[in-house]
């Protein structure tokens, strides 16, 4: 069982920066993978970032390609979403969630957060 809890959202201008913080209990947490998702107003969620247990490899879906940085610090049991060079598009509350690999269906994550908001304004 792991329980995951997000931190680190807010309002902030497009151009800015915010990090995510996405922390973790359990002593198995480098075990899983950790992916972050976002929803925005009448959307669906989406996938946006995952790293693997050993923080080796790394996918990101195309439109935060160059912008976000995902990383973990299993010493932490924390795993963290550095956002930079924010859209009002990236508005959307942010998820983090536990599986067992890299992937990027919601599906194969087994346990989520419940998310932080982030505001981009224009």
């Known amino acids: 069982q792991v329980q995951l809890v997000e931190s680190g959202g807010g309002l902030v201008q497009a151009g800015g920066s915010l990090r995510l913080s996405c922390a973790a209990s359990?002593?198995?947490?480098?075990?899983?993978?950790i992916g972050w998702f976002r929803q925005g107003p009448g959307k669906e969620r989406e996938f946006v970032t995952a790293i693997s247990g050993t923080g080796r490899s790394t996918r990101y879906s195309d439109p935060v390609k160059g912008r976000f940085t995902i990383s973990r610090d299993n010493a932490k049991n924390t795993a963290y979403l550095q956002m930079n060079s924010l859209k009002p598009e990236d508005s959307a509350v942010y998820s983090c969630a536990a599986g067992p690999f890299v992937r990027t269906m919601i599906t194969d994550y087994d346990y989520w957060g419940q998310g932080t908001q982030v505001t981009v304004s224009s």
């Open positions: 359990g002593r198995t947490f480098g075990n899983y993978a």
